[in-house]
């Protein structure tokens, strides 16, 4: 009837594969991939593994194939290993751990590859630091096709929503044509530069969902077990710690800015044109997004509380 | 339907969910410190 | 809620017995009814029409018996004792487990002394061992041990049979209940087209403020 079966992206063609493998169509073109699709399980797996390191940067390994210009990824697992950002290629502590478990996956009938590496930047934001841009460009010279993902566990409890990047590096020496202002994200002050002298060697990609049929049933499930923990949470209480950083922050730019501006002599509301063509937004103007930003967040975490206090301590026998 | 009686009995008792003064300072306390924030990101946006 | 899921076969079960038996058989099963350990809903067997034709006969009092489980507490039997049929000891245990169901209807926080004075308990150890071991246990209650402030704060208390008079206050809370829910969607929908009014109008604003920078910066 021409319906499509939503379970039909986890048949796992190998021949299709083989020959996308051997054709490498990303070979040509830097841009190639565009679109990364994940699914339900691997999400749920990445976001648990990086929630549970609490503020230590944690990675893992991604499973799956490509289909045309998208990944896809089917599952994920964690690696056991720290500090990502402390040194280039942390995984190599744990290559005999990955070639153990890729065997054993095959094994156990699950045919897809290795296809990507994610790893969590716990309150910092989701974008490829220096070590993470090193890293993946050596996994794109050597395990092709592959992708980095990116997870911030501290704010997806903030925003409510998961907070996730997908990246893949260009090649050494590529000059990358102008791309669109991608979202805006709050950088902390301590890795501002880190970001800003790397953020042109990488581009997104746009992620998006599945689930199974079988997924759908048992998150409808796990919904019914834990719609009361869900409720009955709230960022306010949960995220403290970081909010007090993010306004610390925050002072902290707000800080510079007044210094620069002392410095300045056009001030920052006349642009000089020896500056860049294209209109850059202010460093205050930066810092009243960001602080609109916090406090938006703060503001929905006490919307719930007060209509949860309504709802359910206003009524009385 | 007296299971569904008793259920609502049940429930109903739950309610107030949470009354006690310890509660009351806590959620004022957050309360005000969210307008303290609003009122501190109104004045950085001006 | 489980503890419903839990006795609903249970209650299934005695009411069609209760149907069928006559009066001597139907005391026997009123004990058995009062001594089960999983039941603590009485109504529906108490609404069998066979059951209402014990009153005023030598088995009245085993009716009596079920009506105070199904509404009444320990103090009620005690001051009744003469009345009523002697309690074995599965019995005299269902009924404390439902005086602490009915103390929690009123009540949130349980103070000790209160519960050993309805429970007929001497020591702090022996409430604290039937509270957990009989109430909590069993899932009939859900609360918190305050051993500092001696009490105890039910979180949640399985519901015990209304009586008819009851109704009203459960509709009268559940009217207001849903008054303010409806009033809270009420207010929340003002606030969005509020939140989209003002959204609108900075718009304007901040345009009003850009074209008004152009003509003045063209005009310097």
Redesign the interface.
Known sequence: GGREDPDAIYWYDEAAQARAHQEKPWEGDPHYFRRVRVSALALLKMVAHARSGGNIEVMGLMQGKTDGDAIVVMDAFALPVEGTETRVNAQADAYEYMVDYSQTNKQAGRLENVVGWYHSHPGYGCWLSGIDVSTQMLNQQFQEPFLAVVIDPTRTVSAGKVEIGAFRTYPQGYKPPDEPVSEYQTIPLNKIEDFGVHCKQYYALDITYFKSSLDSHLLDLLWNKYWVNTLSSSPLLGNRDYVAGQISDLAEKLEQAENQMAHSRLGTFLMPSQRKKEQEESQLAKITRDSSKITAEQVHGLMSQVIKDILFNSVRQ | DNSLLRQVSSLLRRLPAMESEKFQDEFLTEFNDTLLMTYLAMLTNC | ?EI?RKQ?EL?DHFVKHAATLEAPQLASLIAEATSHPSLF?F??IL?VPNLSKLQGTQYSTSFDLLRLFAYGTWSDYKSNAGCLPALLPDQARKLKQLTVLTL??TD?VLPYDQLMQELDVSNVRELEDFLINECMYSGIVRGKLDQLRRCFEV????????RPE??S??IQ??T??LG??DS?LHS?QEKIKWADMMSEANKKHRKEVEDRVEDVKKSI
């Open positions: 809620m419903e609903a209650i809903a109504s529906e609404s929690a209807e949130k979180q949640f208390a399985a519901g015990r049979d209304p009851q109704l206050n459960m809370t559940l207001s209940w303010s829910s809270l929340i």
